[in-house]
């Protein structure tokens, strides 16, 4: 069968194919603890709610323009005054399909084959992958062994007459960093001297911990919205654990969002509209539910922080944001059980039931990126599991459901 090059040599994306082998092992009645999930657990907010139920009601379901309806646009607009301190017009705003499909339409308007992008890792996993996918080239600028955050010089050391774009995630998928204001606001300076499209990919923006704060990229430039190269994407995913609705956004110079209109009008011709009444629900609705959200999350990482320090030889930064953590596990992989992240996940899975993300796909070998999005009980029970299934100090017996399980290879 002869396909497409490109298509045929895009991996599955790991997290999702990590997702559906723990749905089929559950479904087989395997008690999983899913520490690889990217999504909290809390309901929908009901603003979000009874404003998709309106629309539904209506009765009036149809096509709605491609750039998003209106209404949403203002309300994401109103998002970017109370947030960016940044005046954005309808017209630098387009709503897509999620940030995934946000990011898509953002790389393939910007690239052309042979263009740059540069990618700080750990990086999230999709990011390579789409710009190889429009035929660009993803240049990944890698940390000091023991740190998160990329090193400024090294940025500007593989900036290339080909660099189109820097994607910056802060806070940052996998590791849970927030970088420093001092690199954001050097990177923002770098990319407005040099005409680079700064991408800030601020999906986890309102989920910091310990009264941070993710400081803006605009906040270090004076040009406004239609002038500057500072791009934002964002969604209601994460601000409101909504990643079923499917609803992501770019903030850009209006010339940019007319292009990536024409793009989606090609591809999606528009959102749901029904979709967007959500999104635009949860935007206007009552913001307790983030602040909510963020305090049950920030719980969540001082019980996981907890539980790994009594994990021996295993190293975590205290993660300042998200609802990931990337702990250090290459004691684990040089020790007995496993040559690489993505056996040590499989050992985990199949000894302990318990579903981690390899490092490897974000870019950082030798750690496993763990969610604390899910229930307390769930992290302290996966995390015992873990101890059981790889630490030598921990007890050799532990019940997983009914089952009694005894350690036998360490
Ligand atoms: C860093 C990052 N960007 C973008 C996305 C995509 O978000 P959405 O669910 O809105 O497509 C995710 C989802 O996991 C993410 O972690």
Redesign the pocket.
């Known amino acids: 069968m002869s396909l497409s090059q490109v298509a045929s040599s895009i991996p599955a994306s790991p997290t999702i194919a990590l997702n559906e082998e723990a749905r089929l092992l559950r479904e087989k009645g395997e008690p999983v603890i899913h520490l690889g999930i990217?999504e909290p657990k809390n309901k929908t907010p009901i603003t979000a709610i009874l404003s998709s139920a309106a629309k539904l009601s209506g009765g009036d379901v149809k096509y709605v323009p491609t750039d998003g309806t209106p209404s949403l646009k203002k309300a994401i607009v109103r998002y970017m005054e109370d947030n960016y301190n940044r005046a954005a017009a309808p017209y630098n705003v387009i709503v897509s399909d999620?940030?995934?499909q946000s990011?898509w339409n953002l790389l393939f308007t910007l690239c052309n084959p042979q263009d740059e992008v540069i990618v700080l890792a750990p990086y999230?996993v999709s990011y390579p992958e789409m710009i190889r996918m429009i035929g660009a080239i993803p240049v990944v600028v890698t940390p000091e062994d023991g740190t998160f955050v990329p090193r400024f010089d090294e940025i500007e050391r593989v900036v290339s007459s080909y660099t189109k774009a820097i994607i910056v995630?802060s806070p940052n998928?996998p590791s849970g960093m927030v970088y420093p204001e001092e690199l954001i606001a050097k990177i923002v300076e770098l990319c407005e001297s040099k005409g680079i499209y700064m991408i800030c990919?601020d999906?986890y923006n309102k989920l910091v911990f310990d009264g941070r704060v993710a400081v803006p990229a605009y906040k270090y430039t004076g040009k406004d919205v239609e002038n500057s190269k500072v791009i934002v994407v964002n969604?209601v995913?994460k601000l409101y654990g909504m990643?079923g609705f499917?609803i992501?956004w770019v903030t850009a110079p209006r010339k940019l969002v007319e292009i990536m209109t024409n793009v989606q009008s090609q591809t999606t011709t528009c959102v749901s509209p029904v979709m967007q009444s959500a999104a635009e629900g949860a935007l206007t609705g009552m913001q307790s539910v983030v602040e909510a959200l963020r305090l049950t999350i920030q719980n969540n990482r001082d019980v996981l922080m907890q539980e790994l320090h009594t994990f021996t030889d295993v190293h975590c930064i205290k993660p300042q944001g998200t609802f990931y953590a990337l702990p250090d596990f290459r004691a684990y992989i040089r020790k007995s059980v496993a040559n690489s992240s993505a056996e040590l996940a499989q050992f985990l899975l199949k000894k302990a039931l318990v579903v981690t993300v390899p490092g490897k796909e974000f870019g950082i070998e030798g750690h496993l990126r763990l969610s604390y999005a899910g229930s307390v009980k769930d992290l302290t029970e996966g995390i015992e599991r873990m101890k059981w299934a790889l630490d030598p100090n921990a007890p050799s017996e532990i019940y997983i459901g009914d089952r009694k399980l005894v350690r036998d290879w360490l």
């Open positions: 990217g999620g940030a995934k990011l999230w995630n998928n990919d999906i969604g995913a990643t499917r992501g």
